[in-house]
């Protein structure tokens, strides 16, 4: 037997650990983005979003978005054993549809959504309830210190907005508080000297 080829997809029934204690199979991977990818379809569809300043709903990867909250379980040092009651809570700014939210929560977080546009915000409410994903608008919402992990996904299409927001972001996050900001503008951050990326390869930093 040990000199025949296995029969296709035989690998897929041990997902071998490359990166983290929480790896799964590509299989699921894909799975995942392409749920996300079909909801994600309909909300930037339906979108109410000036799509001339802001963004519709765009889905990051579910595999970069798992290494960045990976790497931040890492460095608080969640782990299974981790009580519901301490999980740090995390909030996606702009959360869409929840893919993110959902990911989070699996990986051991307390979570939380922000979403204006109505039909994704309506998606990640079925998700997670209407207290768990408030539809303030970004700039009206006053519990950004409230959270020690802020995520976001570059939601501004116009740049001026964008440095605006990631500033605002900065300022508000709480000392000792985690960002992970996919597709900033601004490169300031790396003069701030309040700031501390965890990883040259992700877009994480630890504010001291």
Known sequence: MSDQTPPAGAGLDHCRNTEDELSRCEV????S????????????????????REYPFVAMDSRQV??????VRRHLGLSD????????????????IGNVMLLAEQMGFDVYGLEKDPHPCAIAR???GPERVSAADIWEYRDYRL?????????????DLQLRFEKMIEERLQPGGILIANHKN???????IRFTRLNPELPVWLKG
């Open 28 to 31: 699921f991977i894909n799975v």
């Open 33 to 52: 983005n392409r749920f996300v990818g079909l909801l994600g379809n309909e909300a930037s569809r339906a979108s109410r979003n000036d799509t001339s």
């Open 66 to 71: 798992f290494r960045q909250l990976a790497l």
């Open 81 to 96: 054993a981790t009580p519901a009651g301490v999980a740090p809570a995390l909030l996606d700014v702009g959360c869409g």
């Open 126 to 128: 079925r998700l997670f």
């Open 147 to 159: 959270f020690p992990v802020i995520y976001y996904f570059r939601p501004f299409a116009e740049r």
């Open 186 to 192: 601004s490169e300031q951050i790396a003069a701030d």
